[in-house]
C-alpha cells in the first residue's frame, strides 16, 4: 500500500461544462497527475501540490487536500463496506483516505487465541482486506479500532495496526 497525495475540487456554483475541462487542462500542463476520478486528482509527488494550488486559486475553485492510501490491485478482497467507503477511479485503481481507514492485523497473544471466529465477528464492519507481502491487512472505519480492539481481546488476539 502507497500513501498518495490528492487534491479534491470544489468548483464555483453555475460554472459551464468547459469550466472544469478548463482547470483539468491547466493542471495537466503544470505537472502529471498520477491519477483522477471525477474532481479529485491524485497527484504524482507532493511537489506538484504547489502548482496546482495556484491554478485552483486562480480560477476561484475550493479544494481540500487529502492524504490516500493506494490499495495493490492484486491481493484486494472487497468486503461489507468496499462500495461505501473505497475510491475507484478510470484507470481502475482503488484508494482509501488514509485517516478514515484504520487497517490491521491479529496476532495471536496466546494458546488459546482464535483469529478466524474474530475476523469474522469483524467481517460486516470492514471495508477491504488486502494481501500484500506476506501479510494480511483487514481495513475497518477509523472510528470502528476500539471495537476491534476489544473484539480482538476477547479472543485472545493481539492487534498490530498499519502506519
Known amino acids: 500500500m502507497i500513501r498518495k497525495l490528492a487534491v479534491e475540487m470544489h468548483l464555483p456554483e453555475g460554472k459551464r461544462p468547459g469550466y472544469y475541462a478548463q482547470i483539468v487542462k491547466g493542471i495537466a500542463e503544470r505537472v502529471e497527475l498520477f ?6 486528482l491524485v497527484l504524482g509527488s507532493e511537489d506538484d501540490l504547489p502548482p496546482v494550488e495556484e491554478l485552483l486559486r486562480r480560477y476561484n475553485a475550493g479544494f481540500e487536500t487529502l492524504e490516500l492510501l493506494l490499495l495493490p490491485e492484486d491481493g484486494l478482497q472487497r468486503e461489507s463496506l468496499y462500495e461505501d467507503v473505497v475510491i475507484e477511479t478510470m484507470n481502475g485503481r482503488s484508494y482509501t483516505v488514509w485517516p478514515d481507514v484504520a ?35 483487514h481495513g475497518v472505519e477509523r ?3 476500539e471495537w476491534v480492539e476489544r473484539v480482538a481481546k476477547a479472543y485472545g488476539c493481539g492487534v498490530v495496526w498499519y502506519g
Open 35 to 40: 491519477d483522477r476520478r471525477k474532481e479529485l
Open 103 to 137: 487497517y490491521f492485523r491479529l496476532t495471536a497473544e496466546g494458546p488459546e487465541a482464535e483469529a478466524a471466529p474474530a475476523l469474522l465477528q469483524l467481517q460486516e464492519n470492514m471495508v477491504v482486506t488486502v494481501r500484500e507481502n506476506e501479510r494480511v491487512w
Open 143 to 145: 472510528k470502528e479500532d
